[in-house]
């Protein structure tokens, strides 16, 4: 899994492609958490300002981590679902500790 970082709002609503609508939305979500991301193939697209705490950049990160395996993971018990999300939280985890150093 590759992360891609954009330096301003305005480039990562370029890479997402999203319509003017969708864009106020988007805007409205950084203007919470100070991130936002999308992830497409094996690259998650991430921008963040000084408002995003690294507790922010980890729900984003795992979020996204976790689009990868929804189909899996709908299909297994219970103890494979919590192994499964922790395992991406902590992938989620060791990306942002590599973007915030």
Not at 29 to 37: A, D, F, V
Not at 48 to 54: H, I, L, Q
Request: charged share 30%.
């Amino acid at each position: 899994m590759k992360i891609t970082i954009y330096p301003t709002v305005e480039d990562i609503l370029y890479a997402f492609g999203a319509a003017q609508k969708t864009n106020k939305f988007i805007k409205s979500q950084i203007m919470k958490t100070g991130c936002w991301g999308f992830i497409e193939d094996d690259v998650i697209h991430v921008f963040y300002n000084r408002k995003a705490s690294k507790e922010d950049l980890l729900e984003l990160i795992t979020h996204e981590l976790t689009h990868t395996c929804f189909e899996y993971i709908r299909d297994e018990n219970e103890e494979d679902f919590c192994t499964i999300i922790a395992r991406l939280a902590k992938q989620a985890s060791q990306m942002v500790e590599k973007i915030t150093a």
